[in-house]
């Protein structure tokens, strides 16, 4: 049978930073899919309640299901949802389930293998979906390979919009994790003459301040970092980086060039995916945390 999508992608849009991330991988990969905000044209004008049933139920070779408590209460990943578990009655390898965190899905075998976001970043799980897709596919022999080395190409990317994702980025997952922990910590974000500003409290007390500016130290496309355990006093830069292409890994990283950012880390120059850049700020975050408790 024939579809007019490989992948339908439904998701919360507390997610949309992670899903928008794969469908750019997926997209010169040669895969059709369904991203809300990429078929703007389409979805103009339409009744979105039909046309979601139809996208969700009908229109796919699979649903690629992003599972978060967010994406099990709201209204309308509930309808998509639904959409596609009438598509799964008859067809039980529709639904390709990706988690966020342990939510129950109503309807949804818990039986059913997924795969764990928080283990897998947006380029593992492109790749994943690709392969899933060869493999449903009938094989066919592969073209025919050059007798001559080819130059390893660098992947167009535009490090503007990288570094609003990267500020987004950060901004959505230290609010979430922070809102995940006791009642006595929490989060604040704030732009102030140009630079967004996070601020991490215990007990109604800064622990933890984390600013980032676009340029500063760096060139415009790239940002400049500055963090401090407790309350930020004082101007100046910890570390600053600009975004490349990764052949080895095959993303784009930030080549941050640190003076004394991530204290757990050696000094000098190192590169981060988005996700590896979290989980450095966050260590630093949990540190300072532990460092003010054991004080009191």
Not at 38 to 59: M, P
Not at 261 to 273: K, Q, V
Request: glycine share 6%; net charge negative; proline share 4%.
């Amino acid at each position: 049978m024939t579809y007019k999508y490989d992948i339908v992608l439904s998701f919360a849009g507390e997610q949309r930073h992670y899903v928008e991330r794969v469908a750019e991988l997926l997209k010169p990969q040669g895969v059709n899919f369904f991203y809300d905000e990429f078929n703007e044209t389409e979805l103009w004008g339409k009744d979105l309640i039909e046309h979601f049933d139809e996208v969700y139920r009908k229109s796919g070779r699979h649903c690629v299901m992003f599972i978060s408590s967010e994406y099990a209460e709201k209204v309308w990943p509930s309808h998509e949802r639904r959409s596609a578990l009438a598509r799964a009655l008859r067809d039980r390898d529709y639904i390709l389930p990706v988690r966020f965190d342990e939510t129950d899905v109503p309807g949804l075998p818990d039986t059913i293998y997924f795969m764990d976001a928080r283990k897998k970043s947006p380029e593992q799980l492109a790749t994943a979906i690709i392969q899933k897709l060869k493999k449903g596919r009938r094989e066919t022999p592969p073209p025919e390979q050059p007798s001559f080395r080819k130059p390893k190409v660098v992947k167009a990317f535009n490090p503007y919009d990288e570094a609003k994702r990267l500020v987004d980025f950060l901004s959505s997952e230290m609010k979430k994790r922070c809102e995940s922990l006791e009642e006595d910590v929490s989060f604040s974000v704030f732009t102030r003459e140009g630079e967004t500003c996070m601020r991490v409290l215990l007990r109604g007390e800064v622990v933890y301040s984390f600013d980032i500016t676009r340029g500063g130290i760096s060139s415009d496309k790239g940002l400049s970092f500055s963090s401090v355990r407790g309350e930020k006093r004082t101007s100046g830069y910890n570390a600053f980086g600009e975004f490349a292409w990764d052949a080895s890994r095959e993303t784009v990283v930030l080549n941050l060039h640190g003076f004394s950012l991530f204290g757990n880390f050696a000094s000098g120059d190192r590169s981060y995916t988005h996700e590896e850049f979290l989980a450095a700020l966050w260590e630093e975050v949990c540190q300072a945390i532990e460092e003010h408790l054991d004080r009191k």
